[in-house]
């Protein structure tokens, strides 16, 4: 059965937890001001004095993402043109808390669903996505929901939007003549490095400028349509979204079909979710189905 909002928390995280692991592993960061900053489906997140964070997975499933950013995100980090928070200490399981987690600098900004990036970093962010779609080793890991073949998420796509069907109007025929347009485009290009999970709150903006990327967990080898579909999530002026597109260079008309497909995913997971529990959420999951329907006009 789905999942349909945000899990649970299967480890009780706090304030208190976070400073016995740092007094117990890293005790010169210990005497830091920690709060609690937010919490997302897989990890907790803590404030370490001014310059510093702590990512702590909060799921079973979440422990091996954190694994995979600690191990691959440093080995890509170099080429990317966008600062990202490569691990700067790593805690290992200790007291009642059961798996390893990050110390990682903190990036300014806020999330991009709280403040878009301005249309001008349209071409920034495309050659972000340049410098990060590059090979990806053989050992380099497989994400089984993210750069797959989308007739792998259809059975999930389409129960979700037939529940959604009852309770908006975005379902739309064009929407799903999209995704069906999606299915039959072949992938024409080969495996990259991905991000894997580029939504809003995993991108940091300033003044309208995308000042961080975080959030690796997803981190994987596949198709880049996956990551493409961040320009629907990002981005509300079509000239930006086009620009982007333009910027990135040779995509095409079925990558391009692809990327919708996958802006339909993370639209429909956010919008069926938020409805649930988080109002955030679905806002940024309606926005990607407008301005789909936006692009289609």
Same mark, same amino acid.
């Given at each position: 059965?789905?999942?349909?909002? #945000?899990?649970?928390?299967?480890?009780?995280?706090? +304030?208190?937890? +976070?400073?016995?692991?740092?007094?117990?592993?890293?005790?010169?960061?210990?005497?830091?001001?920690? &709060?609690? +900053?937010?919490?997302?489906?897989?990890?907790?997140?803590?404030?370490?004095?001014?310059?510093?964070?702590?990512?702590?997975?909060?799921?079973?499933?979440? @422990?091996?993402?954190?694994?995979?950013?600690?191990?691959?995100?440093?080995?890509?980090?170099?080429?990317? /043109?966008?600062?990202?928070?490569?691990?700067?200490?790593?805690?290992?399981?200790?007291?009642?808390?059961?798996?390893? !987690?990050? =110390?990682?600098?903190?990036?300014?900004?806020?999330? @991009? $669903?709280?403040?878009?990036?301005?249309?001008?970093?349209?071409?920034?962010?495309?050659?972000?996505?340049?410098?990060? &779609?590059?090979?990806?080793?053989?050992?380099?890991?497989? %994400?089984?929901?993210?750069?797959?073949?989308?007739?792998?998420?259809?059975? #999930?796509?389409?129960?979700? #939007?037939?529940?959604?069907?009852?309770?908006? $109007?975005?379902?739309?025929?064009?929407?799903?003549?999209?995704? %069906?347009? @999606?299915?039959?485009?072949? /992938?024409?290009?080969?495996?990259? !490095?991905? &991000?894997?999970?580029?939504?809003?709150? %995993?991108?940091? =903006?300033?003044?309208?400028?995308?000042?961080?990327?975080?959030? !690796?967990?997803?981190?994987?080898?596949?198709?880049?349509?996956?990551?493409?579909?961040?320009? !629907? #999530?990002?981005?509300?002026?079509?000239?930006?979204?086009?620009? +982007?597109?333009?910027?990135?260079?040779?995509?095409?008309?079925?990558?391009?079909?692809? @990327?919708?497909?996958?802006? /339909?995913?993370?639209?429909?997971?956010?919008?069926?979710?938020?409805? /649930?529990?988080?109002?955030? &959420?679905?806002?940024?999951?309606?926005?990607?189905?407008?301005?789909?329907?936006?692009?289609?006009?």
């Amino acid at each position: 059965m789905q999942q349909l909002g #945000m899990p649970i928390s299967e480890v009780e995280i706090d +304030v208190s937890l +976070v400073t016995s692991l740092l007094q117990e592993q890293h005790p010169d960061l210990a005497q830091l001001p920690i &709060h609690e +900053v937010d919490a997302g489906w897989d990890n907790a997140i803590f404030r370490l004095g001014e310059d510093l964070s702590i990512r702590l997975p909060r799921r079973q499933v979440a @422990a091996k993402l954190i694994e995979n950013e600690q191990t691959w995100l440093p080995q890509i980090s170099d080429r990317l /043109i966008i600062p990202v928070p490569n691990p700067y200490r790593i805690g290992q399981p200790g007291g009642n808390y059961p798996w390893r !987690w990050s =110390v990682l600098p903190w990036l300014t900004g806020v999330a @991009a $669903d709280q403040q878009e990036p301005h249309p001008e970093q349209a071409k920034n962010f495309a050659l972000f996505l340049q410098s990060l &779609h590059q090979p990806a080793p053989a050992d380099a890991p497989k %994400n089984p929901f993210r750069g797959i073949p989308l007739q792998q998420r259809e059975v #999930m796509l389409l129960e979700r #939007m037939q529940r959604l069907e009852t309770k908006t $109007d975005l379902m739309t025929p064009k929407i799903k003549n999209i995704w %069906n347009l @999606a299915l039959n485009a072949p /992938i024409d290009t080969s495996p990259t !490095w991905l &991000h894997g999970d580029l939504h809003p709150r %995993n991108v940091l =903006v300033e003044d309208g400028i995308i000042t961080g990327i975080i959030d !690796w967990g997803d981190i994987t080898q596949g198709d880049i349509a996956t990551d493409l579909a961040a320009i !629907w #999530m990002l981005f509300s002026d079509r000239n930006a979204r086009e620009k +982007v597109i333009a910027e990135y260079g040779n995509i095409s008309e079925a990558t391009l079909q692809r @990327a919708k497909g996958w802006a /339909i995913v993370f639209g429909v997971l956010l919008l069926d979710t938020g409805l /649930i529990d988080n109002t955030r &959420h679905a806002v940024m999951g309606e926005k990607v189905f407008r301005r789909l329907l936006e692009d289609r006009e």
